[in-house]
């Protein structure tokens, strides 16, 4: 028996130390839960190149949009747990939702494996130009002196482009309403035509849009100011004393996934990550290079996790 359990063991460990010496295979698909040209997109883009030429196989983007990030997870918790199926998730795929949603398809350190964080994400509040405000304060008065006529819009339920608004309106006590959108790019395309007033999202786009005027910045969230909008106050200097929300990226496999691939794959994102070009040009577009590596990432989500639970209780947001 003993001798039989010796074998099996020896034959598994085999098996694993093969998948990581042939891994990758085949392509290695991204699946991002949201549509085309939104931010998570962007990311998968800049980062995309660079890791095919350090695997050696073709990377692919394919998206999955729906429910907050939910229906991309999804597709990624049911896919073959052998690493050529990734999620590139933000905050509210894998730690806004879990607290927001009462029935959510799947728990994000049981049906996953961290693989890294590739960036951190302060956000940037946005109206549309014709609003008739230049700073946070006059947008408070306004939307205050028009309670319920101002619509904000977002990315999807339960995302951190929700979640922000909605603890915005909790620590200045005004009355918006939401506009849910399947993605960024939609939301940004509304408000720009002004069917929505107000949104927060990553800086990246909303800098880029900003700077084209098609959207006018009047804060972001972090607690020092962006070098992608350097004259962009922040949320605290605009007096909302302690309002800091900063948003993360990173890449998950489905659980199961053998822990040489886990690696592997955490591994080739370093190598990417400390690239001065694309370190440089993250820099430069607002988001924080902060790589963490599989093991790291895990631990970063776990407190991450109690952490956003806290805001969204506090904040009285919640999906069914």
């Known amino acids: 028996m003993r001798k039989t359990l010796g074998l099996l063991l020896s034959g598994l460990l085999l098996s694993l130390t093969a998948a990581a010496q042939t891994f990758p295979s085949k392509p290695v698909r991204i699946v991002i839960g ?5 931010p998570l997109d962007q990311h998968a ?29 999804q597709e990624v918790m049911k896919s073959a747990p052998d690493g050529h199926t990734l999620l590139l998730a933000n905050t509210g795929t894998m730690v806004i939702n879990p607290a927001l949603y009462s029935k959510l398809p799947y728990g994000t350190l049981k049906d996953f494996i961290p693989i890294a964080r590739t960036a951190m994400q302060p956000l940037a509040l946005l109206v549309n130009p014709k609003v008739p405000v230049t700073t946070l304060k006059e947008f408070m008065d306004y939307a205050r002196s028009r309670p319920g006529q101002v619509n904000y819009g977002s990315a999807g339920n339960g995302g951190i482009s929700h ?7 909790t620590a200045t006590g005004l009355f918006m309403v939401h506009i849910p959108y399947r ?18 999202e990553s800086i990246p786009q909303a800098a880029a849009y900003h700077k084209q005027g098609k959207v006018r910045a009047l804060a972001v969230t972090s607690r020092e100011r962006n070098p992608a909008l ?3 106050p922040t949320v605290i200097e605009s007096g909302l ?10 890449f998950l496999a489905p659980a199961g996934t053998p ?12 190598q990417v990550m400390t690239q001065p070009e694309l370190r440089s040009r993250m820099i430069s577009q607002g988001a924080d290079p902060a790589f963490l590596g599989a093991d790291d990432f895990a631990k970063f989500l776990g407190a991450e996790l109690p952490r956003w639970a806290a805001a969204v209780q506090k904040s009285g947001a919640r999906l069914d």
């Open 34 to 38: 949201f549509p085309a040209g939104g």
């Open 45 to 73: 883009r800049l980062l995309s190149e660079r890791l095919q030429a350090v695997l050696g196989q073709p990377v692919l983007i394919d998206y999955k949009s729906g429910a907050g990030g939910t229906v991309g997870a």
């Open 163 to 169: 979640l922000v608004p909605e603890m915005f309106k």
């Open 183 to 200: 993605g960024s790019a939609p939301a940004f395309t509304d408000l720009m035509a002004g069917q929505v007033q107000f949104m927060a």
């Open 230 to 232: 350097p004259d962009i």
């Open 241 to 250: 004393k302690g309002f800091e929300v900063v948003g993360f990226y990173g």
């Open 259 to 270: 822990r040489d691939v886990v690696a592997k794959l955490s591994e080739a994102f370093r």
